[in-house]
């Protein structure tokens, strides 16, 4: 049993930098890749980013290639998301969700366990 909880989110100018924590408990949290999400009213999730369970591969969806950077601590089994060069366009609410698959990252419904979100708003 993995539980995740989201933070950092907030409202911030275009341009402008945050940083993102997805800290999970449970000691299997080590054997699951995680991924970041992203949705806004009416719309489906979006993956924005992935890392696999020992952080040696991450990948971005080509909307944020550049602007954001994914990264894991086991030790502390923490999974944050950097996040730079904010645009209007990213303002959404954030997920990050964990799962035991070994493909289909950017697929929301192959994730095993969401944590509750954190609202980025991106002021133009």
């Known amino acids: 049993q993995v539980q995740l909880a989201d933070s950092g989110g907030g409202l911030v100018q275009a341009g402008g930098s945050l940083r993102l924590s997805c800290t999970a408990s449970g000691p299997s949290f080590i054997y699951y890749a995680v991924g970041w999400f992203r949705q806004v009213p009416g719309k489906e999730r979006e993956w924005v980013s992935a890392i696999s369970a020992n952080g040696d591969l991450s990948f971005y969806a080509d909307s944020v290639k550049g602007r954001f950077t994914i990264s894991r601590d086991n030790a502390k089994n923490t999974v944050a998301l950097q996040m730079n060069n904010l645009t209007p366009e990213d303002t959404a609410v954030y997920y990050c969700?964990?799962?035991?698959?070994?493909?289909?990252?950017?697929?929301?419904?192959?994730?095993?366990?969401w944590g509750q979100g954190t609202q980025v708003t991106v002021s133009s």
């Open positions: 969700g964990a799962t035991g698959g070994g493909t289909g990252w950017g697929i929301p419904a192959l994730y095993d366990y």
